[in-house]
């Protein structure tokens, strides 16, 4: 399953709706049999990437952005993956 574009409107964040939602969509992965769960992140999406973390996603590979944009600011893009092989 790959997970795509999950935010929380700015008002609204630091109340654990990001948890929910992430552990929502782990549930749901897992239920529907999926192996794993991956998504993106940019470099700069620092909140971001720490929920992932805390949710037990493993960055498992980091390229710079394939555009031209991307190379000349060297913007680096991580990709996370949640391993549901083996749980129940």
């Keep these: 399953l790959t ?14 709706i990001a948890t929910a939602l992430g552990r929502t969509a782990l549930t749901f992965a897992r239920r529907r049999g999926c192996r794993a769960v991956v998504l993106n992140t940019l470099m700069v999406q620092h909140e971001a990437r720490a929920l992932y973390e805390r949710l037990g996603f493993r960055r498992h590979r980091r390229y710079v952005l394939p555009t031209v944009y991307g190379r000349l600011a060297n913007c680096t893009v991580t990709t996370y993956r949640y391993d549901l ?3 129940a």
């Design 3 to 16: 997970l795509k574009r999950m935010s929380v409107r700015k008002d609204y964040r630091g109340l654990g």
């Design 85 to 87: 092989s083996g749980t």
